[in-house]
């Protein structure tokens, strides 16, 4: 989990950002076309690590969004 400050370090480099607070939540809400899950459940790498309590099971490693 992010702390507090890195949470506040962070929110603080993307206010300096070109883009919205909502641009960026839309942007992690995306769907993949692979799993189903959204942008957010994808790493860095694409690799789908499911949600919370339920593992991906697709096998999904390349986000392909919808
Ligand atoms: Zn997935
Ligand atoms: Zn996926």
Known sequence: M?????YISLH???S???ISMS????YFRVKCSNCGHQRITHDELGKCDGVMNKPCN???DKFNPE
């Open 12 to 14: 603080n480099k993307i």
């Open 2 to 6: 992010l702390k507090k400050s890195n």
């Open 16 to 18: 300096k950002l070109d």
């Open 23 to 26: 641009d960026l939540t839309e």
């Open 58 to 60: 697709s096998g999904c």
